[in-house]
C-alpha cells in the first residue's frame, strides 16, 4: 500500500528566513506524481507545488522549491522568505499514474508558523 | 477565480442519522472526490467520480455512504446512518482530467460532529 509520511507535526520560522519540510513515499509504483498541498486556518487547500517522478529535475514555484530525491522516497518542500501568509498546514501527497483515478494519499501534515 | 464551495460548514447531528454534505464543484470539471480528516490523522479518500458513477473507492466507503450528482452542479455525499467514530472534516474535491494530470481542487471543507 502507499503510504506517506511526515514527521514534523509541527515547525516555526521566523519571518524572512528558509524552513524546509520532509515527506518521504513508499509506493512500488514507478510513475506517480508528488504534490504539496496548503491549508491555511480555515481556509481550503491549495497546491504549492507538484513534481512528476519521472522528472529529475527539481520542481520550482517562486519561493517554493523541492528536493526530489526519488531512490530515497524523499520529497522535502523549501519555502525560501517565509512569509506571515506561509502560516498553515502543509501537507505532503502522492497519486499513482496510471489505472486510478486519481485519489491523493496524504500525510498527516506539518503545521508550519511563521514568526514576524 | 472559480472554486469548489461546500455546504454547511459545520454540521452537528445525531447518532443514527442521516446527513447529506453537499458540494459545488467547478463548472467545467469532470472529476469529484470526497475525502475526510479525523482530527488529529491523515487526510483520506474516500470516493472518485466520474461520468455519473463511482470510480474508486476506498475501504472506508462501505455501504452507509452514497454519492449522487443530482442536477447537473452539486455533488452530494450521503451518510445513511452516522456513528460516532464518521466525526470528521470531510473535503469535496475537483479536477478537470484524471488524477495528476490536472491539479484537484479542495473545497473548505464541511467539519461533522456526530454526538
Known amino acids: 500500500a502507499q503510504t506517506v509520511t511526515q514527521s514534523q507535526p509541527e515547525m516555526s520560522v521566523q519571518e524572512a528566513e528558509t524552513v524546509t519540510l520532509s515527506c518521504t513515499y513508499d509506493?512500488?509504483?514507478?510513475?506517480?506524481?508528488l504534490f504539496w498541498y496548503k491549508q491555511p486556518p480555515s481556509r481550503q487547500m491549495i497546491l504549492v507545488i507538484r513534481q512528476e517522478a519521472y522528472k529529475q529535475q527539481n520542481a520550482t514555484e517562486n519561493r517554493f522549491s523541492v528536493n526530489f530525491q526519488k531512490a530515497a522516497k524523499s520529497f522535502s518542500l523549501k519555502i525560501s522568505d517565509s512569509q506571515l501568509g506561509d502560516t498553515a498546514m502543509y501537507f505532503c501527497?502522492?497519486?499513482?499514474?496510471?489505472?486510478?483515478?486519481?485519489?491523493?494519499?496524504f500525510g498527516k501534515g506539518t503545521k508550519l508558523s511563521v514568526k514576524p | 477565480e472559480p472554486e469548489v464551495t461546500q455546504t454547511p460548514s459545520h454540521q452537528v447531528t445525531q447518532m443514527g442519522q442521516e446527513v447529506i454534505l453537499r458540494c459545488v464543484p467547478i463548472s467545467n470539471h469532470l472529476y469529484f472526490y470526497w475525502y475526510r480528516q479525523i482530527l488529529g490523522q491523515k487526510v483520506e479518500f474516500l470516493v472518485s467520480f466520474y461520468n455519473n458513477e463511482i470510480s474508486e473507492k476506498s475501504e472506508i466507503f462501505d455501504d452507509q455512504f452514497s454519492v449522487e450528482r443530482p442536477d447537473g452542479s452539486n455533488f452530494t455525499l450521503k451518510i445513511r446512518s452516522t456513528k460516532l467514530e464518521d466525526s470528521a472534516m470531510y473535503f469535496c474535491?475537483?479536477?478537470?482530467?484524471?488524477?495528476?494530470?490536472?491539479?484537484?481542487?479542495f473545497g473548505p471543507g464541511t467539519r461533522l460532529t456526530v454526538l
Open positions: 501527497a502522492s497519486l499513482n499514474y496510471g489505472g486510478s483515478q486519481g485519489n491523493l494519499i
Open positions: 474535491a475537483s479536477s478537470r482530467r484524471r488524477g495528476g494530470l490536472d491539479e484537484q481542487f
Open positions: 509506493t512500488s509504483e514507478n510513475n506517480y506524481y
